[in-house]
């Protein structure tokens, strides 16, 4: 290869690079703004958070959240304006990477790829919805089921909520419940590419069982209530990905004998 040739190979990965730069300064630029945003908005966000918590005591005007040092409240907060800014920036971060990768993609494959791209937050918020209204409520009226209201030969038990660990708690839930219900998008493009099939994912179908209570298991706290209710959704998806998968062999069944009847 000549020296010119190296020059000119040069200067379009130059091009990417600055573009590529481009891209990450726009995304962070969005995390930041957002991060400043639900930080000002900490603590109300933090109070809806609360609401499952609410829904779930006995009394909810007795319900009380200490925090044992003077910074946990603070980088609580700062938590939290983390994880609402990384949710509310993820459409600038997801254009971004798509008008990055755009360019280089034929537009039968910018026609199948922007359609995963909308469904993956659509599919999230659905999974942080279930943890909202079902799931979180459901664990915290099995976990203040245990409280003991004291007596003769009793010693009272009540559960004082820290702010910092209650907020981890349902931020696991929900990152835990919205990465599983990413489960059709994940299978479906491996799928178009060839990696799985319909008929493969029906075969194992039972291994699938076994590592959605697994995972399960592990992503969520050790109570029955967030574990089944999170397997449960992950064997639903499942199948949806099964029919997924299946829809998309079909259209790429149509399309070769399309080719071939032109051929011919």
């Known amino acids: ?55 779930a005591a006995p009394d909810p005007t007795a319900v009380q959240m200490i925090f044992t ?33 755009a360019p280089g993609l034929y537009k039968e ?12 937050p659509i599919l999230f918020a ?9 799931i979180m409520p459901m664990a915290m009226g099995f976990f203040l089921s245990m409280e003991q209201t004291g007596g003769e030969g009793q010693v009272a038990i009540q559960h004082l909520a820290k ?16 990465l599983v ?9 491996l799928g178009r590419t060839g990696l799985v099939s319909s008929e493969g994912l029906k075969d194992k179908r039972k291994y699938a069982i076994v590592a959605a209570f697994a995972a399960a298991a592990i992503l969520t706290p050790p109570d029955p209530i967030s574990q089944i209710g999170l397997a ?7 199948e949806v990905s099964i029919i997924s998968v299946r829809l998309v062999e079909r259209k790429r069944a149509a399309r070769e004998e399309a080719r071939e009847a032109e051929e011919a």
């Open 163 to 178: 702010v910092s660990e209650y907020l981890g708690l349902i931020m696991v839930l929900i990152f835990a419940f919205g």
């Open 126 to 134: 659905i999974g942080a919805c279930l943890v909202y209204f079902l």
């Open 181 to 189: 219900f990413q489960l059709p998008v994940v299978l479906t493009l």
């Open 1 to 55: 290869m000549s020296d010119e040739d190296i020059d000119a190979s040069k200067a379009p990965l130059i091009e990417h690079l600055v573009e590529l730069r481009q891209r990450l300064m726009k995304s962070v630029i969005a995390i930041i703004l957002m991060f400043i945003v639900c930080f000002y908005f900490a603590t109300d966000i933090y109070n809806i958070l609360t609401v499952p918590y609410l829904r």
């Open 109 to 120: 494959e910018k026609g199948a790829f922007l359609p995963f791209l909308v469904a993956t």
């Open 69 to 101: 040092a003077p910074q946990e409240w603070f980088f609580t907060q700062l938590k939290l304006a983390l994880f609402g800014a990384l949710f509310l920036a993820f459409p600038v971060v997801a254009s971004q990477i798509y008008m990055f990768v």
């Open 232 to 238: 449960l959704p992950t064997l639903l998806l499942y």
